[in-house]
């Protein structure tokens, strides 16, 4: 379907104009906005290659209004980003893995060796700050898939947490580069799945890691 034919179509069926975009953002690959006079819709130029089913299960979105965005439609959103690669997008002085306790690109680079033969490719960098201001959450680690981007939490810049801790959240976030979330036919998202687990239960300190955390959870919260 093309960008023309696929207007003219929601056109038709929400009775109202529609103003369609098309971007190449690596994180809102889809915003619609239901305003009075016309629906505004940013769409990422991977849909310019959907398939007709997507296309449909989108404009039925669109068409009923701040409803649920179904899983097909996810799924293809996600599977995609996957094979994007906005990295030369990340400006480099953006890139800090030295930290005043551990080095992430080092731990890094050790891990790849270790467990990936070298292979996985994926750049590094703290974010956050370095101190807890109040009880909130921390999410240790995460991962970008379209920018092929690891960022960890300055908080674990410390020597209260373990070296074996830390390089268990690097191994953790490259696992998910390594074993991406997907969905089933059922439309679950498995986030950490079977695969997954398995592959993250590899890691060496695995068991003393999860312990560590069990052990300190109250205060954090990770992955
Ligand atoms: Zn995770």
Redesign the pocket.
Known sequence: MTFLTFQQEIELAVKKKVQLKINDNHTTMLSVKWEPECTKISIHRIFLEAPKNIMDALSCYIKKKNGHLCPSVQAYIEEKLQNEDYSYRIPPEKLISQGVCYDLKQFYDEINLEYFEGKVNLAITWFGRATKKNRSRVTF?M?QHSLKLIKIHKLLDNPFFPEYFVKFVIY??M??HVRPAYYDTKGKHH??SKE?KELESQYIHFAAAKAWMKKHYDNFFM?
């Open positions: 680690g991962y953790h976030e696992v998910h986030i950490h997954f992955m």
